[in-house]
């Protein structure tokens, strides 16, 4: 079974902080994304890779920066966190090829104060 | 921008009941999917569908891709409690990138 991981299930940060959001998945995927949910919007793709190196912009980048060192690790960045980056982030990967799903971590809970 | 709209946004239904959840656009896809999503989980994929008018069943479960492959629906026979949680359909459209986009799901709780 693929295994996408999150590092952290819950973070409380401070407005201006600067957060990291860390993601690992096993399965060698090409593609991996970074989705933002909040209730009422359903997903919201913020940055995808679909390779090392390579990010392309979702629907909603503004706040953030990704970075793909490796090809299992997607890390997403926010630079300076504020009240409305509260949300719960979903990492996910899938294989270039065709319909292919998406697989999903357990997600971060992130709360700005 | 391509939306996906999903109805209806809430169902609380007892068990035993059938439901059916819509899936809707005016863009056409590629091919669409079904996620349900449990509380603390991710979403994990239910069915892929990729061809107009195409039915796929997944046990008390039956998915239809409309033949405009614009909308989508899922279809409940007899719901349980297990069937309770978050429903999304995505669809993949255009390029080279393996790029979908969400609904706004579909909250489903089944009463015992």
């Known amino acids: 079974d693929v295994k996408v991981t999150q590092s952290s299930r819950y973070l409380v940060k401070r407005t201006g902080e600067k957060v990291f959001l860390e993601c690992v998945q096993d399965m060698d995927h090409e593609n991996m994304f970074w989705y933002r949910q909040d209730p009422g919007l359903g997903l919201r793709l913020i940055y995808f890779s679909y390779d090392v190196k390579m990010k392309e912009k979702g629907d909603i980048p503004e706040g953030y920066s990704v970075s793909r060192e490796k090809k299992e690790r997607f890390s997403l960045i926010l630079e300076s966190a504020s009240t409305n980056q509260t949300s719960m982030y979903l990492c996910?990967?899938?294989?270039?090829?065709?319909?292919?799903?998406?697989?999903f971590g357990n997600g971060t809970r992130l709360t700005v104060t | 921008t391509q939306l996906l709209e999903q109805s209806p946004q809430f169902l609380s239904i007892q068990e035993g009941e059938n439901l059916t959840v819509y899936c809707n656009s005016s863009?056409?896809?590629?091919?669409l999917q079904w996620y349900r999503q449990e509380p603390g989980e991710g979403p994990v994929l239910l069915v892929t569908v990729v061809t107009g008018g195409e039915v796929k069943k997944l046990k008390r479960l039956t998915f239809q891709f409309g033949d405009a492959r614009k909308d989508s629906s899922l279809h409940i026979t007899a719901a349980q409690p297990g069937d309770t949680g978050l429903y999304l359909c995505?669809?993949?459209?255009?390029?080279?990138?393996?790029?979908?986009?969400f609904g706004t799901g579909t909250l489903l709780a089944v009463q015992p």
């Open positions: 863009s056409v896809f590629s091919s």
């Open positions: 996910a990967s899938s294989t270039l090829t065709g319909a292919s799903p998406l697989h």
């Open positions: 995505s669809g993949k459209y255009g390029g080279a990138t393996n790029k979908l986009i």
